[in-house]
């Protein structure tokens, strides 16, 4: 009895002492970010909705004009940037036909979540968002609070998130949903945004949370307010004590007006918005993810062109360059109404998968190295470190010396992938390796290369 009185002791001890957040941004900052995420380094964005249906944008001018998702918003005549999308609609479709009716052409028909998960993960991402509800505020769950306006009520009749979940589970790939708190055209958003917010927004974000259990929730869509207007910390609160993924659960730090890079699991930027003074040397604390489409889009634009892709050299070196400062890439694939994801997107996740599949160990579970020399990315030289070992990636091949300094005299010096011999110099704390002679057959990899240096780090 008196072993059992004991265990029920701690047992509700445990229960007391566990830390429960309060809803306001001093306590909800000091939830630590859960392992998984700086361990993943790259994960895949999907924006997919009836945007995917007239799937236009212009590809010139700024970054935003660019974006085919907001197609709706911009047919709007009181939006400045929505020139050339109200000529393309017009001309395509006429002005009498509606946003909504683009309904009847996000058919999904050849949606295979199984097929999509196996490129996600070929590709070498550790996990996917996918958007549950974009700013046009149609949903892709059964969402009771967008009756006839959601995947399953009408559309495909599907429920996408259930199937991606299903299948991501199934390949343990982690998933999370992109959710935009404000909707352009919801009358109630409109009229009362504090009735929108308790009726309407939060009520999805707590059924999402329920229904699928994801590990991300990234929010967007949060400008127009500050968070206590959106309630984002009574949420977080909630999300952080009593969700089911109160222990596993990520979020980014588009909560409100304000939030930007201040709070939140991770911060977010797009298209390299992150540097201050436009300075690429910054050490950054927080973990942090940078967002980005392979062209100018997110959603499909077919208007797209061979030029305005980013080639798989680009992206694995952008790749390369988030982790090298302590981040991670969220590299997003726009699919085709029908459920395709288009044959370029799938060959540049190929291309990436194929470096991982040589390299994979120089990103994933890595962390920044502190003593990475300010402007040495300039020169195509990048560091990570895991535990004592240093991996040195080499963007640009050629037969210069590599010098790093600051460290030990390596246990062992491979260069990933190749069984050729590495000849190094080491003196004054400082190591100088000479690239070996490599001929065709002998290349690991294409775009990027590894140099290890075992137990190299104090």
């Given at each position: 009895?008196?072993?059992?009185?004991?265990?029920?002791?701690?047992?509700?001890?445990?229960?007391?002492?566990?830390?429960?957040?309060?809803?306001?941004?001093?306590?909800?900052?000091?939830?630590?970010?859960?392992?998984?995420?700086?361990?993943?380094?790259?994960?895949?964005?999907?924006?997919?909705?009836?945007?995917?249906?007239?799937?236009?944008?212009?590809?010139?001018?700024?970054?935003?004009?660019?974006?085919?998702?907001?197609?709706?918003h911009r047919l709007n005549p009181e939006d400045k940037d929505g020139v050339d999308f109200r000529t393309?609609?017009?001309?395509?479709?006429?002005?009498?036909?509606?946003?909504?009716?683009?309904?009847?052409?996000?058919?999904?028909?050849?949606?295979?979540?199984?097929?999509?998960?196996?490129?996600?993960?070929?590709?070498?991402?550790?996990?996917?968002?996918?958007?549950?509800?974009?700013?046009?505020?149609?949903?892709?769950?059964?969402?009771?609070q967008s009756v006839n306006w959601n995947s399953v009520d009408v559309g495909p009749h599907r429920d996408?998130?259930?199937?991606?979940?299903?299948?991501?589970?199934?390949?343990?790939?982690?998933?999370?949903?992109?959710?935009?708190?404000?909707e352009w055209n919801h009358p109630l958003y409109k009229q009362n945004v504090d009735q929108y917010v308790?009726?309407?927004?939060?009520?999805?974000?707590?059924?999402?949370?329920?229904?699928?259990?994801?590990?991300?929730?990234?929010?967007?869509?949060?400008?127009?307010?500050?968070?206590?207007?959106?309630?984002?910390?009574?949420?977080?609160?909630?999300?952080?004590?009593?969700?089911?993924?109160?222990?596993?659960?990520?979020?980014?730090?588009?909560?409100?007006?304000?939030?930007?890079?201040?709070?939140?699991?991770?911060?977010?930027?797009?298209?390299?918005?992150?540097?201050?003074?436009?300075?690429?040397?910054?050490?950054?604390?927080?973990?942090?993810?940078?967002?980005?489409?392979?062209?100018?889009?997110?959603?499909?634009?077919?208007?797209?062109?061979?030029?305005?892709?980013?080639?798989?050299?680009?992206?694995?070196?952008?790749?390369?360059?988030?982790?090298?400062?302590?981040?991670?890439?969220?590299?997003?694939?726009?699919?085709?109404?029908?459920?395709?994801?288009?044959?370029?997107?799938?060959?540049?996740?190929?291309?990436?998968?194929?470096?991982?599949?040589?390299?994979?160990?120089?990103?994933?579970?890595?962390?920044?190295?502190?003593?990475?020399?300010?402007?040495?990315?300039?020169?195509?030289?990048?560091?990570?470190?895991?535990?004592?070992?240093?991996?040195?990636?080499?963007?640009?091949?050629?037969?210069?010396?590599?010098?790093?300094?600051?460290?030990?005299?390596?246990?062992?010096?491979?260069?990933?992938?190749?069984?050729?011999?590495?000849?190094?110099?080491?003196?004054?704390?400082?190591?100088?390796?000479?690239?070996?002679?490599?001929?065709?057959?002998?290349?690991?990899?294409?775009?990027?290369?590894?140099?290890?240096?075992?137990?190299?780090?104090?």
């Amino acid at each position: 009895m008196k072993k059992l009185f004991f265990c029920l002791f701690m047992f509700s001890f445990a229960l007391m002492s566990q830390e429960r957040y309060e809803p306001v941004w001093e306590s909800l900052d000091k939830r630590r970010t859960p392992e998984w995420f700086e361990n993943a380094k790259f994960g895949i964005f999907i924006h997919w909705g009836l945007y995917s249906v007239p799937a236009w944008a212009p590809n010139e001018g700024g970054v935003y004009s660019k974006y085919a998702e907001w197609y709706w918003h911009r047919l709007n005549p009181e939006d400045k940037d929505g020139v050339d999308f109200r000529t393309y609609h017009n001309r395509m479709y006429g002005p009498n036909f509606h946003y909504q009716d683009f309904v009847s052409g996000f058919k999904a028909e050849f949606f295979e979540p199984d097929k999509w998960v196996d490129i996600i993960r070929n590709a070498g991402a550790r996990y996917v968002v996918l958007t549950s509800k974009h700013h046009e505020g149609f949903a892709l769950w059964p969402s009771a609070q967008s009756v006839n306006w959601n995947s399953v009520d009408v559309g495909p009749h599907r429920d996408i998130c259930k199937e991606l979940m299903d299948a991501a589970r199934k390949k343990d790939l982690k998933m999370g949903f992109y959710f935009s708190l404000y909707e352009w055209n919801h009358p109630l958003y409109k009229q009362n945004v504090d009735q929108y917010v308790k009726e309407h927004m939060l009520p999805q974000l707590k059924d999402l949370t329920l229904r699928y259990g994801p590990e991300v929730i990234w929010a967007d869509g949060e400008w127009e307010h500050p968070s206590r207007t959106w309630k984002s910390e009574e949420f977080l609160a909630w999300l952080y004590n009593d969700s089911p993924v109160k222990e596993t659960v990520v979020v980014n730090d588009r909560w409100g007006s304000e939030t930007r890079s201040k709070y939140g699991s991770f911060y977010t930027t797009e298209y390299d918005l992150i540097y201050e003074d436009d300075s690429k040397d910054i050490l950054f604390t927080h973990p942090w993810e940078e967002c980005r489409g392979i062209a100018g889009s997110f959603g499909y634009n077919r208007n797209e062109n061979l030029e305005d892709y980013s080639s798989g050299k680009e992206l694995i070196h952008i790749l390369i360059d988030k982790v090298a400062r302590g981040g991670n890439l969220l590299l997003n694939i726009g699919p085709t109404a029908d459920g395709r994801i288009p044959v370029i997107m799938q060959q540049r996740l190929a291309e990436i998968g194929e470096w991982l599949s040589v390299n994979g160990e120089a990103i994933y579970d890595t962390r920044q190295w502190e003593h990475a020399v300010p402007g040495m990315s300039k020169n195509g030289i990048y560091f990570t470190k895991k535990e004592k070992d240093l991996y040195v990636i080499v963007t640009e091949w050629n037969k210069k010396p590599v010098t790093i300094k600051n460290i030990n005299n390596p246990k062992r010096l491979t260069l990933l992938g190749s069984n050729k011999k590495i000849n190094a110099v080491y003196k004054n704390n400082t190591l100088t390796i000479q690239p070996p002679s490599l001929e065709i057959m002998d290349i690991p990899c294409q775009h990027a290369w590894v140099y290890k240096l075992e137990n190299a780090l104090p």
